[in-house]
């Protein structure tokens, strides 16, 4: 997959594909990034990227200009078809299905914005898709496009080392089809020693019953999923033994059931 972003700090690309899972992708070919900075197609002396707003208020806005030239250079570097995302909070929030997506696409440019904002004009005509990594205010799109950078680079074929890790993640249906199955949250994990002033492994995880395991790693999740994230777990939507491994976390909780007949 080729990935291209448009940033006033190209640096930042770099540093992105620099290590970890995203550094391995790209040293194995599976991921290409390739950064253009807007300053270098803008005019004049002091290469103005920004001005003042219409209307007035705080802040600058980027220029249609250096962007558009940006995108048409990002464009043109490549001849496959590729799809223009805009990191914003006003875009629609990022999701692992939406991850997904993005993934198995060939290419996609990344547009960053500085500043207030980028002139809708720009926007409106050049963007294909909006994206948010949250509802929170970044000083530039940079820091999500690393997010999206990083989320989709695990997802090319041959990233992981242990082929199993992606689909076992919180977030990543349970339904190895790819249907957009129940997401849960993921369960605890333990390594050596077994025994420490901080507390014991649970023992079940040393049983070598690996149904027992699964069933307990699975519990966890959906208890987990329950505590800490209700909005993600559709009780309706969880099969049977489900419905009982996750009554009977609550059970072990001492909780007395809930509003929902799960
Ligand atoms: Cl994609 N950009 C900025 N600047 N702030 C954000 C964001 C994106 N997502 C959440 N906050």
């Known amino acids: 997959m080729r990935i291209d972003i448009v940033s006033l700090f190209p640096e930042f690309v770099a540093q992105c594909a620099a290590f970890g899972v995203v550094g391995r992708a790209a040293e194995r070919g599976l991921l290409s990034l390739h950064g253009w900075n807007p300053r270098d197609y803008a005019e004049g002396n002091y290469r103005r990227v920004d001005d003042r707003p219409f209307g007035g208020g705080p802040g600058m806005v980027m220029l249609v200009d250096p962007l558009r030239a940006s995108l048409d250079a990002a464009r043109a570097a490549d001849p496959r078809p590729v799809c223009v ?11 692992q299905a939406k991850v997904r997506e993005l993934a198995a696409r060939e290419r996609m440019v990344l547009l960053c914005g500085r500043y207030e904002g980028v002139d809708e004009r720009l926007l ?3 963007v294909d898709e909006e994206i948010s990594i949250g509802d929170y205010v970044l000083s530039g799109g940079e820091l999500a ?15 992981l080392n242990d082929a199993d890790s992606a689909e076992q993640d919180s977030f990543e249906p349970v339904d ?3 249907d ?5 949250l993921d369960c605890p994990h333990y390594t050596r ?23 307990w790693r699975r519990q966890q999740a959906l208890g987990r999923t329950w505590q800490r994230r209700p909005d993600l777990l559709d009780e309706a939507g969880l099969s049977k033994p489900d419905r009982a491994l996750l009554s009977s976390y609550r059970a072990s909780l001492g909780t007395v059931g809930d509003d929902s007949d799960g």
């Open 85 to 95: 995302v805009y990191l914003t909070p006003q875009g629609v929030p990022l999701t």
């Open 176 to 178: 190895p089809a790819g």
């Open 145 to 159: 496009a690393a997010v999206v950078v990083d989320a989709v680079a695990r997802l090319q074929a041959g990233v």
């Open 180 to 184: 957009p199955g129940q997401l849960l």
């Open 124 to 126: 409106a005509t050049q």
């Open 193 to 215: 020693p077994v025994s420490h002033e901080l507390g014991d492994v649970p023992p079940v995880l040393m049983s070598g019953n690996h149904a027992e395991i699964a069933r």
